[in-house]
């Protein structure tokens, strides 16, 4: 019995040594995920611990080569190898080893890990930056009068609602750097469109983006007025002409009672004056003639 109990004591002791083990271990590596939005300022902090000899920054950036920020506190001093400006240290390195990243650029997503020397041993915080791109809102009413709802190249991917609810789809498109462009376009199944809204939510938003389409659709009208105007047009002219067309016949046709008068007749009425004075002048010709044969006044 006396076996039997030593070795459960031995046991538990044996369970209680690996937790303090493993608890220790976790207190010198741990793994953060943090994500700040573009043009934003992020700040990571290091494993705060005392009596520290040395702090070092290791950044790998997933574009762009890696770089170091380090700290030696016997000599207090600094280094920067290759990090760009916007990467500095928060505060007083000897009280404050945080590092300031600002502004957040794309170019900033990575991993950073601050490894800080103490008496106790090293003690490793890695922290994987996600950086959030902010879409590019627009609302716009299609051809067909639909309201439509896009939010452009965004990271992650923007999530889209209707009010009231739609029962579309919404399109994306993945432009390969991470960006993802979502469309969506209201589909109320006769739901009237002017009083709906689109409600856009992002990671990099603090809060909702609500915007309101104000159209009506004219579609249909646009569509069926032309027809109905050319079946009125076409009617009043069947009507026109089934009522005036024997008008329009008769005063195009010539009468038959008008006396015709032609050039011969004008011929006609002119040549007894001719013959009338070709006959008086023979006549004073002859007259002439003779006075002056007989030399009479």
Wanted: charged share 20%.
């Amino acid at each position: 019995m006396k076996a039997g109990v030593d070795m459960k004591t031995v046991g538990k002791i044996v369970c209680v040594s690996l937790l303090l083990i493993i608890t220790k271990l976790m207190g010198r590596v741990g793994n953060t995920k943090v994500s700040a939005a573009v043009g934003d300022s992020c700040v990571l902090s290091c494993p705060n611990k005392s009596d520290v000899f040395m702090v070092i920054w290791k950044i790998n950036p997933k574009t762009g080569g890696h770089c170091t920020l380090g700290y030696r506190a016997d000599l207090k001093q600094t280094n920067n190898t290759n990090c760009t400006e916007n990467m500095s240290w928060k505060w007083r390195t000897d009280h404050d080893p945080t590092l300031h990243i600002r502004p957040v650029g794309r170019a900033s997503e990575g991993n950073y890990t601050c490894e800080v020397v103490t008496e106790e041993g090293n003690f490793h915080l890695t922290y994987h930056l996600t950086v959030l791109v902010p879409p590019k809102l627009t609302v716009y009413c299609d051809s067909r009068g639909n309201p439509v709802c896009k939010a452009v190249a965004g990271k992650p991917a923007a999530q889209i609602r209707w009010a009231p609810e739609s029962y579309s789809s919404p399109e994306k498109e993945d432009h390969g750097d991470g960006t993802v462009t979502v469309l969506s376009t209201f589909m109320g199944n006769g739901t009237d469109v002017n009083s709906t809204t689109c409600l856009v939510s992002h990671a990099a938003m603090n809060h909702n983006q609500t915007i309101a389409c104000l159209s009506k659709n004219f579609t249909p009208y646009i569509t069926i007025i032309p027809g109905f105007l050319s079946i009125v047009i076409f009617i009043i002219l069947i009507y026109y002409f089934k009522h005036h067309g024997d008008r329009l016949c008769h005063k195009s046709k010539p009468s038959e009672t008008a006396p015709t008068h032609s050039l011969q007749d004008d011929t006609m009425e002119v040549e007894p004056y001719t013959t009338y004075v070709q006959k008086e002048n023979v006549i004073y010709n002859s007259v002439s003639d003779l006075t002056v044969e007989q030399n009479l006044p």
